[in-house]
């Protein structure tokens, strides 16, 4: 194959997924820092983490296991904590904070639990306090200033006649009794708008889902959204967000959708539905604003691609017909070049697999492993590669969607195949946890460009080297040798194999293999040396193929793709004899042969049960191995015989298939 028609090809298929995949592109993670470790300091964090951002892009950071909260300038360094380390008296202890909020004087908001103690009159003997899920407020410089009640605490829950209570002792040493309702630690997510509003998301209380609106002052003012699909209404939902415009949004996780509210709680619009595509989401699960007056969405949806596809380039073959036509894959019969559907072979190879009891159970310290930690060695073992494609979309705060950025990560990728997404600042970075040393990575969504590094590639080279002696000793009654051969056979295969992904839905697969085959020796014939000759063989092959793939829907009970295909093949052999003693005679053969093909093909599922097939190809030649010329020289070295065998082919396939 020419380097052009080579060249052609490869900037045709990187040309229609351009194309293709400008509207969703697969954007880049660029790395701008990372900081923070594992620890209780400052600066450190656990794996339980909410991270809230302020207009300068501070980083406030709620971490549940700690029982801390911290802000961070925006290079990581530590600003305050809370409590402060070596502190003993505190105005509020925290028993697991979640949600973080900031509003635009600075002041934090944390979601926790906490016992309220119920100014019942009516009681006698020892305070009463009940537990319910809160907030605490502090302002910008971390001192704490007040704290909010989720559930109501003013009287006796009137759940039953007699409410079982427990024994505690409060700051002063006291002996009091405390209620611990049902779901009283249930977390709640809150969101702060512009003039300081506070709206809480209180979506696990039983059956109740509602959001409550407090004043700067703590004064809740509202309380509106229920559950259900209906306008106003969601299912499980899992984050709340204030957008610039006094929009309340609310992640509508079991609807997978978007719920707007006016700032006072009326339903404004539900936008987006449920799905992979543009402005479809799939339970989502986190919201932030942006000062560009977006909202950005986290969804689930996960596009996992694992292991490398083998594509057999035997699809070329035609031999559903009875025209007697020789396959694609036939052009070069005397090739060595294997098939590359045995790619999985490749894959097993380099996966360098183990049974199960060939390991030792221990890791690189000689500790003993989890059976967690052997299951995910075993895991990577065997996966020749995993990359998990996640996105981030953005929805103007009228439910328009602006654009969806995705970005992989290398699941077998030994520092950072733990990551885990923690938030997005109002720039539009996103936040990544490290699962290992639990520090924090931000990074910038780019725009999409072809990058050689995130291409997935398998390279195989194979060289074999063979050395015959031959004795042939035809009958008669002595044993002297009629005939010995030696002959010397070099083969050498190199294969490759690159795999790209676009987007979640566009993906480029390119396959060649290159084979390379010389034999040369000797054939002589000891009771007539005018007859031996030595000879040189010489043939090489050369197999590309180029695959676009588009997932038109990646529902699996409504399935469909979209291929389109070329693939391009070229050959060329030499075979030299001559004689072996060449004072006895000239006697020489040459032959020369060369073999391309062609094949365009497309195919696409047009309905989900209903898919077309169409190819069409070119084969040079159709009926033999090689175009041949063939070319004899008598004993005085003249030429006296020229042969030439050439044929050609075009064919043409369709194919519709029906499922009824």
């Known amino acids: 194959m020419t380097k052009r028609s080579c060249t052609s090809l490869l900037i045709l298929a990187f040309g229609a997924l351009t194309l293709a995949g400008s509207a969703h592109a697969l954007g880049f993670l660029e790395f ?10 400052g ?3 656990s794996s339980e983490i909410n991270l809230a951002f302020d207009a300068d892009g501070a980083v406030y950071v709620s971490d549940a296991k700690n029982r801390v909260i911290q802000k961070l300038a925006a290079d990581g360094t530590p600003v305050f904590q809370y409590p402060a380390m070596g502190s003993d008296e505190l105005p509020v202890v925290l028993v697991k904070p979640g949600d973080i909020a900031v509003d635009m004087a600075g002041n934090v908001y944390v979601a926790d639990t906490t016992a309220v103690v119920i100014p019942d009159e009516a009681l006698d003997g020892p305070p009463v306090y009940i537990y319910t899920p809160c907030v605490h407020k502090f302002d910008s410089s971390g001192a704490f200033v007040t704290t909010l009640a989720v559930d109501s605490a003013t009287a006796l829950p009137k759940s039953s006649p007699v409410i079982p209570v427990k024994q505690i002792l409060t700051a002063d040493g006291r002996l009091a009794l405390a209620i611990q309702p049902s779901n009283h630690d249930r977390g709640v997510e809150i969101a702060v708008d512009r003039q300081g509003n506070l709206f809480i998301l209180d979506a696990e209380r039983d059956s109740k889902q509602v959001v409550y609106k407090h004043s700067p002052d703590g004064e809740r003012q509202e309380t509106f959204g229920r559950y259900g699909s209906g306008d106003g209404e969601f299912d499980g939902p899992k984050d709340i967000a ?8 609310v992640a509508d996780t079991g609807n997978h959708r978007i719920v707007k509210f006016d700032n006072d709680g009326a339903f404004q619009l539900a ?3 449920e799905g992979l595509g543009g402005s479809e989401v799939t339970a989502p699960h986190y919201l932030a604003a942006t000062m560009d007056n977006q909202l950005v969405v986290k969804d689930d949806s996960a596009f996992v691609r694992k292991e490398l596809r083998s594509v057999p380039l035997e699809v070329l073959s035609l031999s559903a017909f009875s025209s007697g036509q020789r ?6 019969s005397n090739s060595s070049l294997a098939p590359l559907s045995d790619t999985d072979e490749l894959a097993r190879r380099m996966r360098r697999l183990e049974e199960l009891t060939l390991l030792d159970e221990m890791d690189g310290d000689g500790k003993a492993m989890t059976d967690k930690a052997l299951q995910e060695a075993v895991r990577i073992q065997n996966t020749l590669y995993h990359k998990v494609i996640h996105r981030v979309q953005r929805f103007g705060v009228n439910g328009t969607y602006s654009d969806s950025s995705q970005y992989r990560l290398d699941q077998m990728d030994e520092d950072l195949h733990d990551l885990k997404f923690v938030g997005a600042d109002p720039a539009g970075n996103i936040y990544l946890q490290d699962g290992s040393d639990f520090s924090l990575r931000r990074y910038a969504l780019s725009g999409f460009s072809l990058r050689a590094s995130e291409v997935d590639a398998i390279s195989s080279t194979q060289f074999t080297n063979q050395t015959n002696d031959i004795l042939e000793d035809y009958e008669d009654i002595d044993q002297k040798p009629d005939n010995t051969q030696d002959e010397t056979t070099l083969n050498g295969r190199q294969r ?3 795999n790209y992904d676009l987007s979640d839905r566009w993906n480029l697969l390119v396959e060649n293999a290159s084979t390379l085959r010389n034999r040369d020796g000797d054939q002589l014939y000891p009771e007539r040396l005018e007859n031996s000759i030595t000879f040189e063989d010489r ?3 050369n197999d590309l193929y180029v695959g676009v793939n588009r997932v038109v829907n990646p529902n699996p009970y409504e399935y469909k793709e979209f291929n389109l295909f070329v693939q391009r093949q070229d050959g060329s052999s030499r075979l030299d004899t001559d004689a072996l003693f060449p004072e006895l005679n000239l006697q020489a053969g040459r032959q020369n042969g060369d073999s391309s093909g062609t094949m365009f093909g497309l195919d696409w599922d047009i309905l989900r049960d209903a898919n077309l ?5 070119t084969l040079d030649p159709s009926d033999t191995s090689r175009n041949y010329t063939r070319e004899f020289f008598d004993l005085e070295g003249n030429l006296y015989q020229v042969l030439r065998t050439q044929n050609k082919s075009d064919v043409f396939i369709g194919e519709l298939n029906i499922k009824f």
């Open 613 to 617: 097939y169409v190819q069409w190809q």
């Open 539 to 541: 043939n090489w092959d």
């Open 242 to 249: 204030a957008g610039a415009d006094g929009g309340v949004f």
């Open 43 to 45: 600066g450190a964090f």
């Open 32 to 41: 701008q820092q990372a900081f923070g470790r594992k620890g209780s300091g």
């Open 271 to 273: 936008f987006a539905s």
């Open 496 to 498: 490759l194999l690159f």
């Open 327 to 332: 396959s694609f894959r036939e052009l070069s």
